[in-house]
C-alpha cells in the first residue's frame, strides 16, 4: 500500500511508500511548507515531533541573515523574503514586484487504485498567482512523483504574471558529513557514460540548453552518503526529470548546510507569461530512496516505469474542478495555413478515424496502470545496410532475409520520401518517392506482412532541409532571428514546433502517412539541437516562451498520434540517446540508446543506461563486423549477447552474412524470444560493471527463471579465469542450468559464482546461462 497521510492536528504530510517516507508540514502559521522528511518509514506517531521542530522555528522575518543548519527548509523554494537558496519560483507580476509571498489555502487527495495523489494549493498573498504542489505515490513502489502547476487566478483584463524561473520539486537530503553525486554524461556515439563527484559547498549545475533532452547529460542522479553505496549496498537517493527539452538540474550545499538537488524546465532564455486564466503545468520530477545500493535504485526505476511511465501518455489528472483541455500551447500568432483548407479538407476526410485537429486529447493507455507493457518484438532496421539507398526491390530483399531470422517488425529507415537521396534535401516532404517507390509503400508493407512481420518507418518530422518543398514554402517556419545566420547542423533547420500552425501540420501529415499506410511502427528521430531559437512573428510577445511551447506540442502531437492510431508502437531516437527521458518515455514504446552499434562499446552504454532506465525500453541492434564506427570485429555471438540483454533488434546488411551467420543468428533470435520475458520484465542486477575492467555480467531474475550474460575483452597474460557471482537468488534453493542441466545451491552461485568459459579469455567472448529454480 501507498498512502498520504494527513495530520490535522499538526498540520503536517506524510507519504507512505512501500518501504520508505516523505513527509513536510506546515509552518510560520501558514506561510510556509518546511520539509520534514525523505528516507526509510516513519510511524506516524514520529510525525508530531518532527512537525514540531518546524513549525516552532523562528517567523522567517525575525530569522537571522544565516539559516541555522537545525532549520527546516523551504519544501519547494520560492524566490521571496529572506531566502537564498537556489528557488524553485521566480514570478514578477504587473506592478514590477518580483517575489512570491504565499499562504498555504487548500489540499485535495484523490486514490484512484492504485495510486494516491495529493494537492496542495499555495496562494499569493496579494497577486492572483496560484502555485499547486503535486504528490503521487503507487502501491508496492517507492517512488515519489511529483510536479507543480502554476496559474494565473485573475479576472479577465489582469495584469500578467511571468514566470522567470519554475522548477518542479526541491528534494531536500538529510543531514550527512557529505554526498557523492553520480549522473549520466556523453556525447554522440557516446552516451550513458557514467560521472561521479564529491559534492562540495556551492553548486553543481547539469543541464541541457539544447532543446533537448540532450547526449551530453541525462536528466537523472543519484546521491549517496560520503560516497558509501555499492551495486548492492548502502543507502540511495535518487531522481528523474520528465522533460525532454532544455532543463536544469541544480545540486545544492547551502549556506545553512543543508544539500538539495532541484530541477525542471531551464531557466536559460526563458521566461513563460501567464495571462488571466493561463497554466503552464511544470514537468514531472520523480524521486525516490533506498537502502539496497544502485541497483535497488535502478529495479525500483525499472519496475515503475513498467507499471506507470512506458507508453503511457501524461495521466496527471487535476483534482480541482477546473481542467484546461490539453491543446497546441500559446496564443496563436497571426495565423499561417499550411496546406491550403480544401486540402486540409481532404486529407481529413481521407483520414476518417482521426480528429481533424487537436485540441483535447485523451491518451488510452495501451495498458492497464500498473500492468506490464506488451514486450517488445524482436525488430529489422535498414539504417546500417542501406543507409539513404532505399527501394522497393531491395528493401523487400531485405525484408525476406530478415523473416528468416525471425524477425517480428521490419523497419524502414531515412532515405524513403521526397528527394530524401542524401542528408542535404528532402526533410519535411514527407510523401513517398516517386522513383523509389513507384508503387508507393503499399506493396513493400504487403510483403513484409507477408512475410509474418509488422512494418515500421522512421521520421523526422521537427526537421527541414533547406532543400525542400516544405522550406521554400514556409521559410518562416524554421527557429531564427530575421538579422541572424541560419545556422545548419547535419544540414537542417529546427521547425519551429511552439507555432501551433506548425504542430498542426506535423499531427495532419503524420497522420494521414499513419491513415494512408498499415504503419505499426514509428522510429521518430531528431537530429540537431537548437540554435538562434527566435520566433520573429512573436516579438516582444513572450517568444521565449517557445522552449517549453515546443515540448508541450510535442507531446501533444505524439499523445494525438497514439490516440488516433492506438496499433502504432513509438521509438524515440535523436541522433542516437539525445532524447531519452521520463517525459518522452510516456509517449514512446522504447527508445535508440546510441548510434554506436560496437558491441563492446554498447556493454558500457547500456550499463550508464540500466542505472535508470528499463531494458525493455533499450533497442539494441546486432550489426556488422568490423563495425562501421570503431571498425572493431566482434564474434557474431558476442555481439547478439550484447544486444540480447536489452530489446533485441539486428541492424547488419544482411545481404553480406554467410549462411552460417544467417543460421547462428536465427537461433540466438529463437533463443531470445525464449528468455525475452525475463530479460525485459524481470529484476535486473548488475553482477559487474565494465567501468572496472575488460569484463562485466548482468543476470536478469523473473520468478523461477534466470538469465546471465558475461562479456568480456582481451584479459591481461596470468588473469584468473573469471567467475561470476549471481545475486538476488534463494540460497536454500536448487537452480538448474538449462543447457548442460548441471544443478547448483544458489547459496553457492551467490558465494562462489558460475565459472565462465576459458578458452576466449585472451580475445574478446561472452556467455549467456540460463538457469530455472528446480
Ligand atoms: C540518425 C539516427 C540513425 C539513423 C539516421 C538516419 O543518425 O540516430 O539511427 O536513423 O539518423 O538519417
Known sequence: MAEIWHDEATGAWLAEMHSTAYAFGLADGGTTLRHLHWGGPLPRAALGG??????????RHERQLSQAPSERPDEYVPWGGLRFDEPSLKAEFGDGTRGVEWRVTEQRVLKRGPVTTLEVDLADTAYPLLVTLAYRVYDGFDVLDRWATLRHVGRAGDPPVTIRQGHSANWWLPPRAGWRLRYLHGGWGAENQLAQTPLTPGKVVLESRRGTTSHQLNPWFTLDPEGTATEEHGEVWSGALGWSGSWKLVFETTAGGHVHACGGVNDFDWSYRLDPGGELALPRFAGLYVAGGFGAASREWHAWQLAYVLGRGDDRDRLSARRVPPGFSTTPPPRITATPPAEVARRSAAASAAPPRVTSVQVPPAHA???????????????????????????????????????ETFVMDDGWF???????????DWTVNPQNFPRGLGPLIDRVNELGMRFGLWVEPEMVNPDSDLYRAHPDWVFHFDARTRTQQRNQLVLNLARPDVAEWMFTTLDRLLSENKIEFIKWDMNRSFS????????????????????????????????????????????????VDLGILRR??????????????????????????????????????????????????????VAMAGALGVGGDLHHWTDAELTEAAELIATYKEIRPVVQRGRLYRLAS?????FAASQYVAGDDVVVFAWWGPQPSGARPPRVRLAGLDPAARYRETGSGQEHWGAALLADGLPLPEETKYTFGSTLVRLVRA
Not at 565494465?690 to 575488460?694: A, K, M, T, Y
Open 588 to 641: 514512446v514504446d522504447q527508445v535508440w540508446p546510441s548510434d554506436n552499434t560496437d558491441a563492446w562499446d554498447r556493454v558500457k552504454i547500456q550499463e550508464g543506461f540500466t542505472q535508470v532506465y528499463p531494458p525493455q525500453a533499450m533497442m539494441a541492434w546486432v550489426t556488422d563486423s568490423p563495425n562501421y564506427l570503431t571498425k572493431r570485429e566482434l564474434p557474431l555471438s558476442f555481439r547478439f549477447h
Open 690 to 694: 565494465v567501468l572496472r575492467g575488460p
Open 369 to 407: 496502470a500498473g500492468s506490464m507493457p506488451p514486450l517488445r518484438p524482436v525488430l529489422y532496421n535498414s539504417w546500417e545496410a542501406t543507409s539513404f539507398n532505399v527501394n522497393e526491390a531491395g528493401q523487400i530483399r531485405l525484408a525476406e532475409l530478415a523473416a528468416r531470422l525471425g524477425i
Open 532 to 579: 538562434e531559437p527566435g520566433w520573429p512573428a512573436r516579438a516582444g510577445d513572450n517568444p521565449e516562451r517557445s522552449w517549453t511551447d515546443y515540448v508541450h506540442n510535442l507531446y501533444t502531437v505524439f499523445d494525438a498520434l497514439r490516440a488516433a492510431h492506438p496499433g502504432v508502437d513509438f521509438e524515440s531516437c535523436a541522433s542516437g540517446g539525445g532524447r
Open 418 to 428: 521526397g528527394e530524401r537521396h542524401h542528408d542535404r534535401a528532402g526533410l519535411g
Open 50 to 59: 518532527l512537525q514540531a521542530t518546524a513549525a516552532g522555528a523562528m517567523p
